[in-house]
């Protein structure tokens, strides 16, 4: 029996997904896939979205009509807390060999393979079969593999590599599906439509649970709401915070926060705080944050507010202010400064 493992955040699941694990099935003749939903990815942030059991009856609607090869898994729900590959892999070790055993994953978590936790052990316990996803490349030759990778390769034969650990690696092409869950995530905040991204019952799921609705419900006053986040970012000795209300304006929120740090960690601390803070405060968690990683420009979207924290180096380039002119200064007060 040759085992897939299949894991992801699925929130929500969409047809890339379902393209990747048909094709890789096929093609690499696996017997059986588990389809496994993470708790919560730990090279991710937490954002706002469905609780892990509905992002599980997601992932089995998803499936429900592409037959015995596909197990939904709900090992990494039922551990709770950050989920690692190789948990999951060891305890499928438990009834499979590991040459028997294909993790399979997209051309984009190949590249960062090397963050994951123990991929080494991985690799050893498991084999690999990375798939194509539109936007990223996969190696066309051996000097084009990541660096962290080049050590274990003891034979590259163009799709197929075989590892020093005993394990290889297969690279499958999918039929381009140009989606990301991030993606689906707005269409379906903005009410747009979903019917080429999503199967018709994981929308279904969606309508009826009313899931991915913006998040203002929760917040209530966004002029008020802004004022608390601009208040955070003061206290984290932010420079120049500046808060504006756009609701006369067309723009992409009603409401709209700038500040800047005088280095990337400054700012990605910032923004961390902000979204720590409104936890807190309001229960709440942001749609999506961009950019925390790098620390140049971190997008916290909480829907009708959107707030930027910039380096202020990087501020400086975009002046996004400029754009927010006919907006309404909300000439926001440090409330430190007595
Ligand atoms: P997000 O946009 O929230 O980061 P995602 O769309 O990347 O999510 P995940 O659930 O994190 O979805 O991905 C699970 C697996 O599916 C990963 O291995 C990823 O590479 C793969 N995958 C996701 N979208 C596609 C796609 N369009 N084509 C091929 N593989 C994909």
């Given at each position: ?75 990494e ?57 539109p ?21 590259y ?29 707005k ?63 067309s ?64 501020r ?23």
């Amino acid at each position: 029996m040759r085992i897939g493992i299949f894991g992801g955040s699925f929130n929500p699941p969409h047809m890339g997904h379902i393209n990747s694990l048909l094709t890789v099935q096929k093609k690499a003749g696996l017997d059986r896939v588990h389809v496994v939903p993470a708790a919560q990815n730990p090279l991710k942030i937490e954002i706002e979205g469905p609780s892990a059991e509905q992002r599980l009856e997601l992932v089995r609607q998803s499936l429900k009509s592409y037959g015995k090869h596909f197990f939904v898994d709900d090992q990494e729900l039922r551990r709770g807390g950050l989920s690692y590959t190789i948990d999951t892999v060891m305890s499928l070790r438990k009834d499979v060999d590991p040459e028997d055993l294909y993790l399979i994953i997209g051309a984009d978590q190949f590249e960062n393979f090397s963050q994951w936790k123990d991929y080494k052990k991985i690799l050893t316990e498991a084999n690999l079969i990375v798939t194509t996803r539109p936007g990223w490349a996969i190696p066309q030759e051996a000097n084009e593999l990541p660096e962290y990778f080049k050590d274990l390769v003891a034979e590259y034969d163009f799709n197929f590599i075989e590892l020093k650990t005993g394990r290889n690696v297969q690279f499958i092409r999918l039929e381009d599906v140009e989606v990301s869950a991030s993606e689906v995530r707005k269409l379906l905040r903005a009410n747009r439509p979903v019917e080429k991204v999503l199967p018709l019952s994981v929308e279904s799921y969606i309508r009826e649970n009313g899931l991915y609705r913006p998040i203002g419900d929760k917040i209530g006053d966004f002029a008020k709401f802004t004022s608390f986040c601009g208040d955070i970012l003061f206290s984290k000795k932010a420079i120049q915070v500046r808060g504006f209300d756009l609701t006369g304006i067309s723009a992409p929120s009603e409401y709209t926060l700038i500040a800047s740090g005088t280095s990337t960690r400054h700012a990605s601390s910032m923004a961390e705080n902000v979204v720590q803070a409104v936890k807190e405060e309001y229960n709440v968690l942001p749609q999506s944050i961009e950019g925390v990683d790098e620390g140049r420009w971190v997008l916290v979207d909480y829907g009708s507010l959107i707030i930027h924290v910039f380096y202020d180096y990087v501020r400086q380039e975009y002046s996004l202010e400029k754009l927010w002119k006919d907006g309404k200064d909300l000439n926001l007060k440090d409330p430190y400064i007595k």
